[in-house]
């Protein structure tokens, strides 16, 4: 799985382990954008980690 990081508190883990908000579309009525957050402190500010593989 992809590592990632959060760069607001440093929290690691992989991609399955993140939130997954669901936000109005402003472009479509009754239409939803996924938007992936960390499970720590909620932020969306997450950077991938290479790990070397």
């Known amino acids: 799985m992809a590592q990632v990081q959060c760069k607001d508190c440093g ?4 991609m399955d382990d993140m939130v997954v908000r669901y936000l109005d579309n402003p472009k479509e009525s009754g ?12 932020s969306v500010w997450l950077e991938d980690i290479d790990n070397g593989i």
């Open 11 to 14: 929290w690691q883990g992989d």
């Open 31 to 42: 239409d939803v954008v996924p938007e992936v957050a960390c499970p720590k402190c909620g």
